[in-house]
């Protein structure tokens, strides 16, 4: 049966405590109260704890991570939002951590959901977020040896790659 | 020669004739101007009526069509296919992208700002991307281009 937001928000917090943060909520419009609100996870360490326990429990089976995507805060903080849903529930849930540039490690969810390896990939690359316990972290798009994570607020075009004038 | 005819012409004239006539294209495409290259060969706009002929290799091939945006991480695999080329070969570059970067100009971390950085271009067509008729101009500019090479300058 599916269940609303709240309900599992409620769920998390008897289940986890402290560990998690607040609720945030997107009332622009239903879709957006649907897909945009997420929940703070306060220590990131539990993040993967969380995860499973939202995969496994009966109520809620949330079997399929539809989004992993990454985002730089501009104040040198870098937070990656899960999006999950469940396939025989029908319901949706969203999941965010945030952690600092200069020590920009998450725990991977490769183990928990496997369409996690790519996303988590793409994180690494775009954002250099190391996800700590992915099997295979490489670069998904770029070549492995260009400087930098380009969608980093602080990154800058470098002037050469191999050879090649890269600015305009 | 039983009914032989004879045809009387400059060896250049012959020559280049034969090029400009069997301009065989290197089989690839980088984005969507592959789109509209494609489009381009098939029926409706038939590029092989001006003889060219997609090849599955660079050594069968004598133009290269740039048809989209060149990263840096294709940059040096295009420069290679480039140089197992066999001479002459000519590059048309095909679009925005190829020609300047595009719209990727400023923004384009992983975007080469035109091809003309690795490999010499014989023709830019404009466009993004270009609709076929705009590439088979293009393909018809770099004939004429053909048609008046020499021997003996480069």
Known sequence: ?168 | MESGNVLITGIETLFNWARLSSLWQMGFGLACCAIEMMAASASHFDMMRFGVIPRPSPRQSDIMIISGTVTLKMASRVKILYEQMPDPKYIISMGSCSNCGGPYWEHGYHVLKGVDRVIPVDVYVPGCPPRPEALLEGLMKLQEKVRTQSLSRA
Request: overall charge negative.
């Open chain 1, 1 to 168: 049966m599916s269940m609303d937001q709240q309900a599992i928000q409620t769920r998390l917090q008897t289940a986890f405590g402290d560990q998690i943060g607040e609720w945030h909520e997107m009332k622009t419009s239903a879709y957006a109260t649907k897909y945009g609100s997420y929940l703070d996870v306060k220590n990131v360490d539990y993040l993967r704890d969380i995860c499973l326990f939202l995969r496994d429990e009966a109520d809620l089976k949330f079997d399929n991570l539809m989004l992993l995507s990454t985002v730089d805060n501009g104040d040198k903080t870098l937070s990656a939002t899960y999006h999950m849903e469940s396939t025989t529930h029908r319901h949706v849930f969203a999941l965010k951590v945030t952690v600092s540039v200069d020590h920009a490690r998450v725990p991977s969810v490769t183990g928990v959901w496997t369409s996690a390896n790519w996303h988590e990939r793409e994180g690494w690359d775009m954002m250099g977020i190391e996800f700590v316990g992915h099997p295979d972290l490489r670069r998904i798009l770029l070549d492995e040896d260009y400087p930098g994570h380009p969608l980093r607020k602080d990154f800058k075009v470098p002037d050469f790659y191999h050879g090649m004038k890269v600015p305009y």
